[in-house]
Nanobody, 120 residues
Framework: QLQAYGGGLVQPGGSLRLSCAAS??????IGWFRQAPGKEREGVSC???????YYADSTKGRFTISIDSAKNTVYLQMSSLTYEDTAVYYC??????????????????WGKGTQVTVSS
């Protein structure tokens, strides 16, 4: 019911678009999270009612979250990628009621991750 895809290998400064198909989960918020080796899973961006409600400081101005409601798909457009963006990226869903934040503890369902590797 949750499937993230679109990861891959990209050079520094490059772009990638991740997609997350979230069907049948009655989501109030859908979020993107990432986990780099040896680090905690962190919030990247969340969307509610077709509006972004959160971006991590390190991604502001470079990442854009959006949703195609007809396709039940959330996208994460990533540009100006750096080595620090290398991680496994996960999408997650929060049922109703919506939380006031974009924390991993807020989420109810998690998809399998997709690897993003930024390397020259």
């Amino acid at each position: 019911q949750l499937q993230a895809y679109g990861g891959g290998l990209v050079q520094p400064g490059g772009s990638l678009r991740l997609s997350c198909a979230a069907s049948g989960l009655d989501a109030s918020v859908i979020g993107w999270f990432r986990q780099a080796p040896g680090k905690e899973r962190e919030g990247v961006s969340c969307i509610r009612n077709m509006h972004a409600i959160y971006y991590a400081d390190s991604t502001k101005g470079r990442f854009t979250i959006s949703i195609d409601s007809a396709k039940n798909t959330v996208y994460l457009q990533m540009s100006s990628l750096t080595y620090e963006d290398t991680a496994v990226y996960y999408c997650a869903v929060r049922r109703w009621p919506p939380p006031g934040s974009c924390l991993k503890s807020d989420m109810d369902y998690w998809g399998k991750g997709t690897q993003v590797t930024v390397s020259s």
